[in-house]
């Protein structure tokens, strides 16, 4: 289970940003449970009362991060991809996406 704050969402066709100082990021993508109301100690009997619905995403993952600084590579860092659609969104490559 990935818990998201609404800050971290964009929108169909927008544009994603990869940080500055971060070589290897890529998306995968994830079933998401959309909670619809606030909710404390719900018994199993009750929880789908607080689902608002479900969606698609892609969940985007630093590697840099994950791999190398909270996940530490024993055998050292791993070979990275490098061309230029590891990184470019689609929308900074002009390509509209599907029609």
Known sequence: ???K???TLTGDNQTSVRPNNIEYMHYEAELVV???KQARNVSEA????????YTV???YAIRDYLENYYRP??????PRRTD???FNHRAERGDPGPA
């Open 34 to 36: 959309v909670i619809g």
């Open 46 to 53: 009750d929880a789908m009362d607080y689902v608002a619905g």
């Open 73 to 78: 590579n024993p055998a050292g860092q791993k």
């Open 5 to 7: 704050a609404p800050n």
């Open 84 to 86: 230029a659609d590891a």
């Open 57 to 59: 995403c892609n969940d």
């Open 1 to 3: 289970m990935f818990l």
